[in-house]
């Protein structure tokens, strides 16, 4: 079955530092891929996605690139800040027909201190 | 308009006991899911409705797991006889549709605790 495997966090990182966030993934097909967050006391959000291969998906300045040829989306972003503190979790929507739910990686927690 | 809301947001309860949790979706979304965060598991589908209709209910844990969803709006997860590995938080998601790649929008939870 399709499956989506991330970095253990937690990962704790001083403001400005780059930021990377591996992600790979199993899964027939095409799936879609997506970086879903979740900040302190808050639900999950979409941050970014991306649908076919070669696709960039950005937003407030994180970047994923879907990597079909080494079945990644890692997230990065160029300089975090305290207010990126949240866990972020990687996902795919598969393909496949009867299809519709997102398989979710087990998150990696982000602390950014100032 | 308003997001996905669910309730109660915090549910603590007895083994054994029943517990229902509620989700309203944004409004004119055909498309709803449930999930489960939990700290062993980490976030598993458990079930989705196009409209009322539920094609799929391998994804619920047991058979002490139910789920309606009526007028094609809001939707309740029934846990019969409660055990304790069903603590977690429960997630409720809505999309326009259910086809394509359309964004699921997600509540705050209902956090479930069974003593």
């Known amino acids: 079955g399709d499956s989506v495997t991330q970095m253990e966090g937690p990962v704790t990182l001083s403001e400005e530092a780059f930021l990377t966030i591996n992600c790979t993934y199993t899964?027939?097909?095409?799936?879609?891929l997506f970086w879903y967050v979740q900040y302190p006391g808050e639900g999950l959000q979409l941050l970014l996605k991306a649908t076919k291969a070669d696709d960039k998906g950005s937003n407030k300045g994180f970047e994923a690139t879907y990597r079909k040829e080494t079945t990644s989306f890692h997230l990065e972003k160029g300089s975090v800040q305290v207010s990126d503190s949240a866990v972020y979790f990687c996902a795919l929507r598969s393909s496949g027909a009867g299809s519709y739910q997102l398989t979710f990686g087990k998150g990696t927690k982000l602390s950014v201190i100032p | 308009g308003a997001g996905v809301s669910q309730s109660p947001s915090n549910k603590v309860t007895e083994k054994g006991k029943d517990v229902e949790l509620r989700c309203d979706p944004i409004s004119g979304h055909t498309a709803l899911y449930w999930y489960r965060q939990s700290l062993g598991q980490g976030l598993e589908f458990l079930i989705y409705f196009q409209g009322n209709s539920a094609p799929d209910k391998s994804g619920l844990p047991s058979d002490r797991f139910s789920a309606e969803r009526t007028g094609g709006s809001v939707s309740t997860l029934t846990i019969q006889r409660t055990q304790q590995e069903d603590s977690a938080v429960y997630l409720c998601?809505?999309?326009?549709?259910?086809?394509?790649?359309?964004?699921?929008?997600f509540g705050p939870g209902t956090r479930l605790t069974v003593l």
């Open positions: 998601a809505s999309s326009l549709i259910l086809a394509g790649v359309n964004e699921q929008f």
């Open positions: 899964a027939t097909g095409y799936p879609s």
